[in-house]
């Protein structure tokens, strides 16, 4: 394999981890309103 080859292939690896890392971040990143019904009543937390 040459250095080009390996080069690319390190560059598109280090692209879908930084892409999954990225999604990841979003999907930690939920907003919007909380309503939680228990025994003390309604909470309602904004996040």
């Not at 394999?1 to 690319?8: E, G, H, K, W």
């Not at 690896?13 to 003390?40: F, H, N, P, R, W």
């Amino acid at each position: 394999m040459s250095r080009q080859t390996l080069a690319i292939v390190i560059a598109i690896l280090a692209v879908g981890a930084a892409i999954l890392g990225y999604l990841y971040y979003q999907d930690q990143q939920t907003s919007g309103v909380e309503i939680k019904i228990g025994e003390g009543g309604i909470s309602i937390e904004e996040n």
